[in-house]
């Protein structure tokens, strides 16, 4: 076969023929058109409103009139492989059986090229040109839908709207806003609940520590009463304890008494009250010089007073000792007591017992307090104490042929006689 490119007088590619291959379309020697140069479509802008322009594929040159592929070519659908074509076969350019038509296709359009869009047209031998090319369709006949723009060309499928999807929407809000409207009254409520446990829980503590108050309250009171029951309670070797160090034997001449010390030491030594009869044959006698003994101990004393009618005498001594307390009520009956003295010449002798009675001044001799401890002579001078380790009394004189029947003239007189206390 001689068909060729150019004018078939030069080689292509050298002379005059390369320029004329360049510059023009070249023609071979039967007068066919040769392949024509590639198409490119200009850039076209989007307009808004109107689809975007879909760019067209490369025309694509067709064969040429009378040509056959080499024979044994191996290429589907080339003449050799078909046979010879049947008696009244139609036969495309080139040879080429004509294609089949398109269900949907308008005829002559398989005549163009396989893909091109519509409107646009093929150019080459064996192509009619101007022929639309028909949009793809589906199978069954449907048209290809796509996406639709407001304001488009008359044809473009608009996309079906979901209204079911947009009722669920505020379907959805509303149950979302109806469980957390739940939720939140749900822990209201238990916080609600809370608040008034808490509430009572305090209310039971309050009340819980109130009577707990209350009862220390009545615990430090009841404390309070039971040590005041215990001081006051008798206890005579406790009161012993407290007055044995206060209290001494007095020697006066041949006479033994007894004598303790009241009141605070003074600048000048320490007072003593005593019976008179205690010191008489001395006082009488012109002198004033007694002597206060304690164990192992003597100290000189003075006579300072006496009241003969009162059996009460005042000593004074330059030693200082610790001197005891009067009691400021008088005693009464049944009132616990402690006598201390010297009896028959025994120091630190302690005997109890109980006011008898208070005897209201008889003759003209003043009052006198009634007791049961027992007393003896030796014992005149001495103090007559309380629970309380206080000076109520001083131990004058027994009762004969009688037991338990004691007389002490009360302390509230002897420190007036003598401004004392």
């Known amino acids: 076969m001689t068909a060729g490119y150019g004018s078939g007088d030069g080689t292509p590619g050298h002379g005059a023929d390369e320029a004329t291959e360049v510059g023009r379309a070249e023609r071979s020697d039967d007068g066919r058109p040769g392949p024509l140069p590639p198409r490119f479509e200009p850039h076209r802008p989007v307009v808004p409103g109107h689809p975007p322009a879909v760019p067209s594929p490369p025309a694509v040159p067709g064969p040429r009139a009378g040509w056959s592929p080499p ?21 495309g350019p080139g040879g080429w059986p004509p294609a089949e038509p398109v269900p949907g296709q308008p005829p002559g359009a398989e005549a163009g090229f396989p893909g091109a869009f519509a409107g646009q047209s093929t150019a080459g031998p064996g192509y009619p040109a101007g022929q639309p090319v028909p949009v793809p369709a589906y199978p069954g006949g449907q048209p290809f839908s796509g996406p639709a723009y407001p304001g488009g060309p008359a044809g473009w499928p608009v996309p079906a709207a979901r209204p079911e999807r947009r009722r669920r929407l505020p379907v959805v809000a509303l149950a979302l806003a109806v469980v957390l409207a739940l939720v939140a009254g749900v822990q209201a409520y238990q916080l609600h609940r809370l608040d008034d446990r808490l509430a009572a829980t305090d209310r039971r503590l309050a009340d819980a520590q109130g009577a707990d108050g209350s009862r220390m309250d009545d615990l430090e009171k009841r404390a309070e009463a039971l ?11 406790a009161v012993a304890s407290a007055v044995l160090p206060s209290v001494f034997r007095v020697r006066a001449g041949q006479f033994t008494g007894t004598a303790f010390a009241i009141g605070k030491p003074a600048a000048g030594g320490t007072t003593l009250l005593t019976n008179f009869h205690v010191v008489e044959s001395v006082f009488d006698g012109g002198g004033r010089k007694v002597f206060l003994e304690r164990t192992d101990q003597r100290f000189e004393a003075t006579i300072v007073k006496v009241d003969k009618a009162k059996d009460l005498a ?20 049944g009132q616990q007591i402690v006598v201390v003295g010297a009896p028959l010449g025994l120091q630190d002798s302690v005997t109890t017992g109980v006011v008898s009675a208070f005897r209201k001044d008889e003759g003209g001799s003043g009052p006198v307090i009634q007791f049961d401890a027992p007393i003896n002579p030796g014992n005149s001078g001495g103090p007559v104490i309380n629970g309380s380790k206080e000076v109520v009394g001083i131990a004058t004189a027994k009762a004969r042929d009688a037991e338990g029947i004691g007389l002490a003239v009360p302390i509230r007189t002897a420190c007036d006689t003598f401004k004392l206390c």
Do not use: I
């Open 71 to 91: 024979p044994n070519s191996g290429q589907l659908g080339s003449p050799t492989d078909a046979g010879p074509a049947a008696p009244g076969a139609l036969r």
């Open 314 to 333: 005042q000593l004074r001594t330059t030693a200082k000792f610790s001197g005891l307390v009067a009691a400021a009520t008088p005693v009464k009956s």
């Open 227 to 237: 040590e005041k029951q215990a001081g006051a309670a008798f206890n005579p070797e």
